[in-house]
T-cell receptor, first 113, second 113 residues
Framework: KAGVTQTPRYLIKTRGQQVTLSCSPI?????VSWYQQTPGQGLQFLFE???????NKGNFPGRFSGRQFSNSRSEMNVSTLELGDSALYLC????????????FGQGTRLTVV | DAKTTQPPSMDCAEGRAANLPCNHS???????VYWYRQIHSQGPQYIIH???NNETNEMASLIITEDRKSSTLILPHATLRDTAVYYC??????????????FGPGTRLSVLP
């Protein structure tokens, strides 16, 4: 059974640009969550999608957005990139959400220069 | 979700049991204890979770005190590959709650040869 797949693994972008990250959950999983990890703030929850609807949202500015497709694959978009957006972005999938364990992907390391 | 307190770091000799404590004195009746670990630059890996009974799987054992105010994750025979940051998370375990874990700083476990 394939795990959670995130693409790309590494990305370098310039300030002001936008970026889209992709996450393919484990087959049969309908919940996809996104997290940002930085050395200073640790792992922080961004948002969760379930059945193509955003169900939970963390405390991040509107520049961070996401969506989920009918096949449960999810994308995360960050617009007007800032240097502080440099981080490891992690995606986690679970069967239904709050009553099951989540499985994380390897992450996308974004560097903003 | 209840707050957790973990020691920032611990050492363990290879081959010995690693006992990682977690305090969650404000845990409520419908909150489960989850453990994840993160090996450097990889996504967090699910280890185990439980409500009030002790749990065991192929990776670890989880011992929860009778009053549920604290728990211990036990890695029975630690290896060098168990060196990682271990996160204890307490959260509601509900179908409709959503998949949004709150990660603290965790415990950095170093397994020494």
């Amino acid at each position: 059974k394939a795990g959670v797949t995130q693409t790309p693994r590494y990305l370098i972008k310039t300030r002001g640009q936008q970026v889209t990250l992709s996450c393919s959950p484990i087959s049969g999983h309908r919940s996809v969550s996104w997290y940002q990890q930085t050395p200073g703030q640790g792992l922080q929850f961004l948002f969760e999608y379930f059945s193509e609807t955003q169900r939970n949202k963390g405390n991040f500015p509107g520049r961070f957005s996401g969506r989920q497709f009918s096949n449960s694959r999810s994308e995360m978009n960050v617009s007007t990139l800032e240097l502080g957006d440099s981080a490891l972005y992690l995606c986690a999938s679970s069967i239904q959400g709050g009553n099951t364990e989540a499985f994380f992907g390897q992450g996308t390391r974004l560097t903003v220069v | 979700d209840a707050k957790t307190t973990q020691p920032p770091s611990m050492d363990c000799a290879e081959g010995r049991a690693a006992n990682l404590p977690c305090n969650h004195s404000t845990i409520s009746g419908n909150e489960y204890v989850y453990w994840y670990r993160q090996i450097h630059s990889q996504g967090p890996q699910y280890i185990i979770h439980g409500l009030k009974n002790n749990e065991t799987n192929e990776m670890a054992s989880l011992i929860i005190t009778e009053d549920r105010k604290s728990s211990t994750l036990i890695l029975p025979h630690a290896t060098l590959r168990d060196t990682a940051v271990y996160y204890c998370i307490v959260r509601v375990h509900s179908l409709n709650y959503g998949q949004n874990f709150v990660f603290g700083p965790g415990t950095r476990l170093s397994v020494l040869p």
